[in-house]
């Protein structure tokens, strides 16, 4: 089987092809990167738009086949910015109707997880979901991934993102696989942050605030960016070590974007260490938004008789994790 899917919800437009043994045949990326400050969801749709068609192509190259060979398109609808998931969501739906291709919805945050159940082998874990627009704590129960924890305002890639904009540091974000923030903090010091978990849930707004206010006081950068990522991410482990408590899971998983900050691996690795339990990390190459992760969801979806009609594929820009059946 063969399933050919889509991504489009933030900065990249992605087709990935998959087959059911599983193997990965093709992943071809374009990735919007703005002239100046975040994400403009309406350039970055534009954008899209003139480079699906060449991404598509390539996609199909790769992998050797046409797109007649193909048994299903899998498309993400949701969580994301509305302008590019329209993008994603109308190329799906065209190739869906013109040839005669079942069409299969997938959730964005869904996808992260399974890919990175299928690249790493872990069967039952804690799920770290660590990205620029979610941050979740997450389980497997009942047949839908139970929000154990998130974040109460913004995300931490978002934090790192808009922390490191203020700074004049970026953007580019990441370098050779680096984030700015990251880069950053190599030989500062600490400095006293305000260091926020409230129950189960993380919180950054307060912290990106405080960090600002410190660095504009006079603060040495060097010292701002170590600090203020120490903070981020020991709040994260904190309330990961929470939920390996209470759910007494042996595994845990990091997906996501930000889970390609080796500093944050390196966290975690103590952590599983002091727990004995299994640290599964998503390689750097397909924690990162991509086609293939929706492919390979949508694979899994079609096998147990999950499609849409294509006049009825609706983006859902806040398609929650929680709110998905899993079958599998």
Not at 139 to 155: C, K, M, N
Not at 210 to 230: H, I, M, Q
Not at 287 to 300: P, Q, R
Request: net charge neutral.
């Amino acid at each position: 089987m063969l399933v050919l899917g889509i991504e489009s919800t933030a900065h990249t437009f992605g087709v990935g092809i998959v087959s059911d043994e599983p193997r990965i045949l093709a992943d071809a990326r374009y990735n919007y990167v703005p002239k100046v400050g975040g994400i403009h969801p309406r350039e970055a749709a534009e954008s899209f738009i003139s480079n699906a068609p060449r991404v598509l192509s390539e996609a199909l190259r790769s992998a050797g086949i046409s797109i007649e060979s193909v048994d299903a398109v899998a498309v993400a609808l949701g969580p994301g910015l509305g302008p590019c998931l329209r993008i994603g969501a109308t190329v799906a739906r065209v190739l869906a109707v013109y040839y005669s291709k079942p069409l299969v919805p997938v959730n964005h945050a869904v996808a992260h997880i399974e890919i990175g159940k299928m690249l790493t082998g872990a069967r039952d874990p804690l799920v770290v979901y660590i990205s620029g627009g979610n941050t979740v704590i997450a389980a497997l129960y009942g047949g839908r991934y139970r929000v154990f924890g998130e974040t109460l305002d913004i995300a931490l890639g978002n934090f790192m993102d808009t922390l490191a904009r203020e700074l004049g540091i970026a953007p580019p974000y990441v370098v050779e696989g680096v984030h700015a923030l990251d880069r950053c903090a190599e030989g500062g010091r600490y400095i006293e942050m305000p260091y926020v978990v409230k129950g189960q849930d993380t919180s950054y707004s307060g912290l990106l605030t405080a960090a600002l206010r410190v660095y504009r006081s006079g603060a040495r950068l060097e010292d701002v960016c170590f600090s203020a990522r120490e903070v981020a991410y020991s709040s994260l482990v904190e309330v990961a070590e929470r939920g390996l408590s209470q759910l007494g899971k042996r595994e845990i998983l990091l997906v996501g974007g930000v889970a390609a900050s080796r500093y944050l691996v390196e966290k975690f690795e103590v952590m599983a260490r002091y727990r004995e339990v299994e640290l599964y990390v998503t390689p750097p190459k397909y924690a990162v938004d991509n086609g293939v992760m929706i492919a390979w969801t949508g694979l899994l979806l079609y096998k147990h008789g999950v499609t849409v009609e294509p006049e009825r594929a609706y983006v859902r820009q806040r398609w929650r994790l929680d709110s998905v059946d899993v079958y599998w």
